[in-house]
């Protein structure tokens, strides 16, 4: 769903104060959670929006206005066939969005970010089994791979840099980040 359940955010919160990253690629955004959560404690960050679902963007109204910072840069496209400028940067977000690819997508998704040079990966995804399907019209949002957080685990750590983890009772995040 283009939504997120709150758990992890506070923790997501404290990290993004922690790192304070200055260009921001959020995968997926739905209705911009993650930017609506980040943004009033970091200005003049760069924010860049890579949603596959087209209807979202009006929907959610996620460009910036005069008087409303969103998204300053929106790319409706599948990320996995995205110019690897896009992960290029400070912070990439990945929130609710691996279970919605296959388990190989999702591994070779997160191995393209680090090798394109992101300094930061945020990851949030069920960590409880989560079927779901095609949602409002939108056959992306079916789960394709329901992930165990031991699993994501393993793949994280096996990305180099270094992993903080959340685990709560229906989400788990991961911060993966450069030394």
Request: charged share 25%.
């Amino acid at each position: 769903m283009p939504t997120s359940d709150a758990e992890g955010k506070d923790w997501s919160l404290e990290r993004f104060k922690f790192h304070l990253p200055n260009t921001v690629t959020d995968v997926g955004p739905g209705e911009g959670t993650y930017a609506k959560l980040f943004r009033p404690v970091h200005e003049g960050v760069w924010w860049t929006a890579v949603e596959i679902h087209k209807p979202y963007v009006a929907k959610f109204k996620l460009r910036s206005t005069k008087t409303r910072r969103m998204y300053d840069e929106i790319h409706v496209e599948d990320i996995r066939e995205s110019e690897d400028h896009l992960l290029y940067r400070d912070l990439v977000v990945l929130g609710d969005i691996l279970e919605h690819m296959p388990r190989e997508d999702a591994v070779a998704l997160l191995e393209r970010t680090v090798a394109a040079g992101a300094w930061n990966i945020l990851v949030s995804v069920p960590i409880v089994e989560s079927v779901q399907g095609e949602v409002d019209g939108n056959p992306q949002e079916a789960h394709l791979h329901q992930w165990d957080p031991d699993d994501m685990d393993a793949v994280m750590s096996g990305l180099g840099g270094n992993v903080d983890t959340f685990r709560g009772s229906t989400l788990g995040c991961w911060w993966w980040y450069r030394s």
